[in-house]
């Protein structure tokens, strides 16, 4: 069988090249999370929203949208004030069928990722997130972890983002509920990502050739 | 068991720190304008503000579908497949029209445009407002509203061309196609107009 030489006793060089690789992905990883938390938040009502056909989902994105600007409110309340309007006016309809609202109770629209998008990124980011999972699990692959840890770790980037994917189309085709496997997936593809960063600079800058060495 | 509280510690630490990027592969939407400064922009002061939520029927969205620029929910690459829409319409005194605004959403291959549409109560289009634009498309799109390519629509209606005026050949083919898509919204915010409200300019 093959024996994977370890990034301990590689030479500096490489290993300053593997650190950069990944300091430079978890940065991105980082801001990547951070734009979503900014732009959706990480909900179960957010997630509903965006992805979900159903009438329940989109009604869950408004209230999620609301709350979403709700930074906006005091900046529009004085514009409002401007105009001569009544707050307190309880809502009534006209002959119209139309009712009669403050600009307070405007909701946001919603923002939706239909299923066009949803293909969109799919092929353009199942295409790079594999392509990160495999230089992430490379990395492993040369640490000292037994090769029974390697076996199960390695994959499990890829099934986590299969699942992932997968639950966007079934929120939107079967159940809201898969929002909950959304949530469930995306973390435990953090927490991937996150070992594999972490153990990978360990064993690059905290373990020495003589305790690798020892251990062979 | 050296290995094993290695694996440990570093799985403790990736459960802190990884929480954050659920779904981060969703590209973004850019809001450019919220709902409310939408109106507050496009809506007149002064009249009194109602909502008018409208679920096209059966025989109503065949009559747009008839007019060629509008698709099917998940078919084409056009947009324009969905059934409820919202309209904000502000009147006078005497329930006359002075302004509605209709938001219509695009739905291209790279993302969903939204564009708020102002209209009188004539159906002719008074401003518009490009609100929601996803990440990506935002490239094509900002050299559209810079070159204050909004200002087209005003005094134009249902019957509206969809075919772009020379000055903007000068625009990448990214841009023509989405200022092409914004010009669809726009009509179809006219012709939603025509079909659900403009029935009730002429009573009082």
Redesign the interface.
């Given at each position: 069988m093959i024996k994977l030489p370890h990034l301990s006793d590689f030479p500096l060089a490489v290993k300053l090249l593997v650190t950069s690789f990944l300091l430079t992905l978890g940065l991105e990883?980082?801001v990547?999370?951070?734009?979503?938390?900014q732009?959706?938040g990480?909900s179960y009502q957010s997630?509903v929203g965006?992805f979900s056909e159903s009438k329940k989902g989109?009604e869950q994105h408004m209230m999620e949208m609301e709350k979403h600007?709700s930074d906006?409110e005091k900046h529009?309340r004085e514009?409002?004030a401007?105009?001569?309007?009544d707050n307190k006016v309880a809502p009534k309809d006209?002959?119209?069928?139309?009712?009669?609202?403050?600009?307070d109770?405007?909701?946001?629209?919603p923002?939706?990722?239909?299923?066009?998008?949803l293909?969109?990124?799919g092929h353009v980011?199942f295409f790079s997130?594999g392509a990160m999972n495999l230089l992430m699990g490379a990395c492993l692959l040369f640490t000292?972890?037994?090769d029974r840890?390697k076996v199960v770790l390695t994959p499990l980037p890829f099934a986590f983002s299969v699942v992932?994917y997968a639950s966007?189309f079934m929120i939107k085709y079967v159940a809201d509920s898969f929002a909950y496997l959304?949530?469930l997936s995306?973390?435990l593809?953090?927490?991937?990502?996150?070992?594999e960063?972490?153990?990978t600079l360990?064993e690059i800058w905290f373990v020495s050739k003589k305790e690798s060495s020892h251990e062979k | 068991m050296k290995?094993s509280k290695?694996?440990l510690v570093?799985?403790v630490?990736?459960?802190f720190?990884?929480?954050?990027?659920?779904?981060?592969?969703?590209?973004?939407?850019v809001?450019l304008s919220?709902?409310?400064?939408a109106?507050?922009k496009l809506l007149p002061?002064?009249g009194?503000?109602?909502?008018?939520e409208a679920h096209l029927s059966d025989v109503d969205w065949n009559k747009l579908k008839s007019f060629g620029n509008w698709a099917e929910?998940?078919q084409g690459?056009s947009?324009g497949g969905e059934r409820?829409y919202?309209?904000?319409?502000s009147?006078d005194q005497n329930?006359i029209i002075l302004r509605a605004v209709v938001?219509v959403?695009e739905?291209?291959?790279?993302?969903?445009v939204?564009v708020a549409v102002a209209l009188d109560g004539n159906g002719q289009v008074t401003d518009a407002l490009v609100?929601?634009v996803?990440e990506e498309p935002l490239e094509w799109v900002e050299p559209l509203l810079v070159s204050n390519y909004m200002a087209e629509f005003k005094g134009k209606d249902s019957s509206m061309s969809l075919q772009l005026g020379a000055k903007w050949s000068s625009m990448s083919t990214m841009s023509q196609a989405y200022a092409l898509s914004i010009a669809n919204a726009v009509k179809r915010g006219a012709q939603l107009f025509d079909l659900i409200i403009r029935p009730?300019t002429a009573?009082k």
């Amino acid at each position: 069988m093959i024996k994977l030489p370890h990034l301990s006793d590689f030479p500096l060089a490489v290993k300053l090249l593997v650190t950069s690789f990944l300091l430079t992905l978890g940065l991105e990883y980082g801001v990547a999370g951070l734009y979503t938390q900014q732009q959706f938040g990480f909900s179960y009502q957010s997630i509903v929203g965006t992805f979900s056909e159903s009438k329940k989902g989109k009604e869950q994105h408004m209230m999620e949208m609301e709350k979403h600007f709700s930074d906006m409110e005091k900046h529009l309340r004085e514009m409002e004030a401007m105009s001569p309007q009544d707050n307190k006016v309880a809502p009534k309809d006209n002959q119209f069928g139309e009712t009669e609202i403050t600009l307070d109770q405007v909701q946001e629209m919603p923002h939706r990722v239909d299923l066009k998008l949803l293909l969109q990124d799919g092929h353009v980011h199942f295409f790079s997130i594999g392509a990160m999972n495999l230089l992430m699990g490379a990395c492993l692959l040369f640490t000292r972890l037994s090769d029974r840890w390697k076996v199960v770790l390695t994959p499990l980037p890829f099934a986590f983002s299969v699942v992932n994917y997968a639950s966007m189309f079934m929120i939107k085709y079967v159940a809201d509920s898969f929002a909950y496997l959304i949530l469930l997936s995306g973390v435990l593809m953090g927490v991937s990502f996150a070992f594999e960063f972490f153990y990978t600079l360990y064993e690059i800058w905290f373990v020495s050739k003589k305790e690798s060495s020892h251990e062979k | 068991m050296k290995n094993s509280k290695i694996v440990l510690v570093a799985f403790v630490i990736a459960v802190f720190l990884a929480g954050g990027p659920v779904w981060a592969h969703v590209t973004p939407n850019v809001v450019l304008s919220t709902t409310r400064e939408a109106l507050v922009k496009l809506l007149p002061t002064g009249g009194k503000l109602f909502q008018k939520e409208a679920h096209l029927s059966d025989v109503d969205w065949n009559k747009l579908k008839s007019f060629g620029n509008w698709a099917e929910p998940d078919q084409g690459w056009s947009g324009g497949g969905e059934r409820d829409y919202k309209f904000f319409i502000s009147r006078d005194q005497n329930n006359i029209i002075l302004r509605a605004v209709v938001f219509v959403s695009e739905f291209t291959r790279h993302g969903q445009v939204m564009v708020a549409v102002a209209l009188d109560g004539n159906g002719q289009v008074t401003d518009a407002l490009v609100t929601d634009v996803q990440e990506e498309p935002l490239e094509w799109v900002e050299p559209l509203l810079v070159s204050n390519y909004m200002a087209e629509f005003k005094g134009k209606d249902s019957s509206m061309s969809l075919q772009l005026g020379a000055k903007w050949s000068s625009m990448s083919t990214m841009s023509q196609a989405y200022a092409l898509s914004i010009a669809n919204a726009v009509k179809r915010g006219a012709q939603l107009f025509d079909l659900i409200i403009r029935p009730t300019t002429a009573k009082k």
